[in-house]
């Protein structure tokens, strides 16, 4: 990527942030030292010409192409291309195009309510907004009085396309309360700015503002990020406040050195008692809703709402069962059925990986889950497979039709008994006669698991289907592949 004399096969790309300005002939590039590289009259406009190409990622040949067009010949000395992108990628405007971590996925992130108070941070608050939203959060806002002062609303329903709650009081009472909505929507809620009022009501159970009451109602890990005046911050009142805030479950940061408003701004000098900047409390964040989220891998969900909270607030990577491949033994299993051109019904399809594989095969596969989360995520990783995403419930379905084949990859362990048997009446009802029932359990035992055996799968599943086949297996994950079974059950005819 250095090496000048190879430039033409460099891949580069505009950087969103760039440190240029332009007046009259001159092109001023700041180096990250703020050291100003100046460019002018014909380089210069081929550095803006450049530029404006690069907003899309190219390679440098395309670049040499692209000037040659616009000048209408050959470029005679192609070198200057050369150490236009040099320089351009010295100072930080142009980036070497790397396919980093993809997007795809995060579309049903998780949900944080962001509680803003009478503190003088507030008036970053769509700053912080914009950078939880770029991590991935669904942000709703919610405001005390005071914070008022230093946001609008207008802007922040702007940044988040919701109404932001002001009071404890919806405004008809045809509505639901607005707080405890909110409380129970949050994966998590973060109160940043925290005023020193603010965290008073906290520590004292005081609901009287919508911000307290959110926090306070909800289940959902709380942040409360201080932000207020040394002297204030040092306070033995706020401070008995914050501990009192850490004993009873609350997380608190720890406060950074920020200007104090109050000070003449000739007289403002770093002092301690302010919030972090934005990026921090967004890791801060982060960090809890990880916390919380692996404590709630160790026993499954129960409902959709558990499931959606599950992949609303964990990465793919995190989910022990979620593999980026379809199961090599579930896919030969099918292929027993039909090369191509089966219906096939997939329950519980997560993220979706063996539904495309199985769509790409030419068979026609609904693909359903209870969470329509992971639907949402597996319709965005795959956004051209030809399988149809179906939020539904096995054990309780909505399903009409026939199937010559359903699988059932790690649902059916996670089952109580009389689950287990609605999911099994389901399946005699939609895998038509002489079809197949594939279905992969894990073999050992674990906290919420029911492992099936040779002599155990028949139990819920007879008489409408008979074991024609089981084999050992594993249920690979993103680090460990259990072990497993996989049972092939033969549908009787009616
Ligand atoms: C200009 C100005 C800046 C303020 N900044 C802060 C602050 O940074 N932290 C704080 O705790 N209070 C600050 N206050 C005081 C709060 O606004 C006040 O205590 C208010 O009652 C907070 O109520 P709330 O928690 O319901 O928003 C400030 C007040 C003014 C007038």
Redesign the pocket.
Known sequence: MTDPERWTEWNLRRASVVRIYECGERLVALGPDGEGHALTGDSAALASAVLAFLAMPRSGAEVLAHVEALAGAPIERPEVIGELLALLRRTGALEAVTTGPSRAGRTAGPRVVVGL?????TMHAPALIQRLQARGFEVRAAV????L?FVRVEALEALTHAPVVTAIWPESQVHRVPHIELAQWADAVLVC???????A?LATGDHA?A?AAIALATRAPVLVV????PA?YAEPAVQRNLAQLIADGLHVAHPARALE??DPPAMRTPMLG?APPPEVVVQLLEAIVRERASAGLAQAPRGAEGWDRLYRTHAPAELPWQHDEADADLLAAVEREGATGLSVLEVGTGLGALAVALASRGHTVVATDISAAALAQARARAPTSRAIWLSDDITATRLQGRFDAAIDRACLHLLAPAEAERHAAAMARLVAPGGALIVKTLAEPAAGVTPYAKETIAGPFAPAFTLEREAASTLPGPTAAPAARLFVLRRASE
Not at 144 to 147: C, G, I, K, L, V
Not at 193 to 199: K, L, R
């Open positions: 108070t009478g503190a003088a941070a005390t009085e005071s914070a002062r700015p925290a005023s020193a009022t603010t965290i009501r503002s911000v201080p932000s207020m005046n204030m408003v109050a302010g």
